[in-house]
């Protein structure tokens, strides 16, 4: 690789570029990046890392509510948000500096600028002009917010916005069911705005189980969040200081924000990658192959750029398996079945496995075990609030092929079941684990009758 400046070129330092930057220089590769914006990416910057923090401070109010019955007398508690903002600020700037210590540690070149792709093996920088010849070339420049094309859009935020108001809003429409527009809709509501959520499906969260869906809606709906299903806001206009959201059957709702969820674009886009021979598809996404290379030989890419699965982990695994491939001659590959997944609202949802339309649809007998249950803290809070738990379990193995989870701490729940699904554990695994009491969890090893 001496005829070229360095080995690896990556573009987009997020989580996904960042490890494989590390982990090829590791493997002494000579290694340079490239980011136009802020190193750490979406999930670092302005996704799920800020999102959970902002979870955590609209948690507290049901932490205070539930407080009483434990003996806890709190007066004069207030919120105040832009010192909540302020102080995601300072930790976002604290994990971007980590970053960038950690590139710098195994010297990796940081470029502060937007790259293009010239050829199969050159990169121009934009601020300089300067090319850059590499072995191999990286995207990992990931996905941005999706609004659609409708009358008065610019007066609306995405999730990117919603980082960064000066205020609170009082009301706020929301509009998409997926994972960021409920995670905003629990964060808005639970510090204290009027939260009204648009969908133009009949239920929440597409692709989820119908049991979790329906069981997370009618909780949120507890929680005070409105829901309008089978709408669209088709227009937003101006008025006064705030702003109205006009549906799609002309109901008209008076707010402060209009945030849109629904959906995501790969970066891909002025990137020179089509003109160099990369195939991408309509929605932007480049196409890859299971070592993630395209269809140019020496170029890559991973992450939500390539659209398989948009989650953080999978981009930071598929960007370790590409430079232990490429750099460390170990080659493997992700094995994306039986991904974990998470969704921080309130209540929280942890889900690893088939659902169980998926697993009839597969054509398979199977057994569902399902429980619905006051969690032990609720019973003397009065708060009302309910844990559901579901196992979806292949009837003639025995196997568990999807696991369920509703309620507080789901997503550490599921990321420890998670390991018993993906190694092939059964039903009869489950029952002799001897349960650790009192717990949530234990439901997950004491179910006995099928739902």
């Not at 980082?163 to 905003?184: D, M, N, Q, S, T």
């Not at 684990?433 to 997950?444: D, N, R, Y």
Request: glycine content about 10%.
């Amino acid at each position: 690789m001496a005829q070229f400046d360095v080995d690896l070129f990556v573009i987009g330092a997020g989580s996904g570029g960042v490890r494989a930057a590390r982990i090829a220089a590791e493997h002494g590769a000579r290694v340079m990046i490239a980011e136009e914006y802020r190193v750490g990416g979406t999930c670092v910057i302005r996704g799920c890392v800020p999102k959970k923090l902002l979870v955590y401070a609209s948690r507290f109010a049901y932490e205070f509510e539930e407080a009483a019955a434990f003996g806890w007398t709190i007066k004069g508690a207030k919120f105040d948000w832009p010192t909540l903002i302020a102080n995601k600020d300072r930790e976002i700037a604290r994990l971007e500096a980590a970053y960038r210590a950690t590139l710098g540690r195994n010297k990796v070149g940081i470029v502060e600028s937007r790259a293009i792709v010239e050829d199969a093996h050159t990169v121009r920088i934009l601020k300089t002009g300067a090319r850059v010849t590499a072995a191999h070339i990286l995207v990992a420049t990931g996905g941005h917010p999706v609004l659609p094309r409708i009358p008065g859009i610019d007066l609306a935020i995405s999730s990117n916005e919603a980082f960064h108001l000066k205020k609170l809003p009082r009301r706020i429409v929301i509009v998409g069911a997926g994972y960021i527009g409920l995670e905003f809709a629990t964060i808005f509501a639970g510090l204290g705005s009027h939260v009204t959520l648009v969908h133009r499906g009949d239920e929440i969260l597409r692709g989820f189980d119908d049991d979790v869906r329906h069981h997370v809606r009618v909780e949120m709906q507890e929680r005070g969040i409105q829901f309008v299903l089978k709408h669209e806001v088709s227009a937003i206009e101006k008025k006064g200081h705030a702003l109205c959201a006009r549906l799609s059957d002309g109901a008209a709702h008076d707010v402060d924000q209009v945030m849109f969820a629904t959906g995501r674009r790969a970066n891909s886009a002025n990137m020179g990658l089509e003109a160099v021979g990369v195939a991408i598809d309509a929605r932007g996404a480049i196409a890859v192959d299971d070592n993630s290379r395209t269809t140019v030989p020496s170029i890559y890419a991973i992450g939500d750029v390539t659209d398989r699965l948009q989650l953080t982990p999978v981009a930071i695994r598929e960007g370790h398996a590409f430079s232990d491939s490429i750099f460390g001659k170990k080659p493997w590959s992700l094995n994306r079945t039986n991904v974990a997944t998470a969704v921080f609202s309130e209540p929280e949802i942890g889900t690893v496995g088939l659902t169980e339309a998926e697993a009839r649809d597969g054509g398979r007998e199977i057994d569902i075990y399902r429980t619905s249950f006051r969690p032990m803290k609720s019973t003397m809070s009065g708060r009302a609030t309910t844990v559901l738990m579901k196992l979806v379990v292949d009837r003639a193995t025995d196997r568990v092929l999807g696991v369920h989870i509703v309620g507080e701490a789901a997503a550490e729940m599921i990321q420890m079941v998670a390991i018993a699904v993906k190694m092939g554990a059964t039903k009869a695994d489950l029952d002799a684990t001897v349960a650790l009491h009192p717990t949530a969890a234990e439901e997950l090893v004491t179910l006995r009758a099928k739902a």
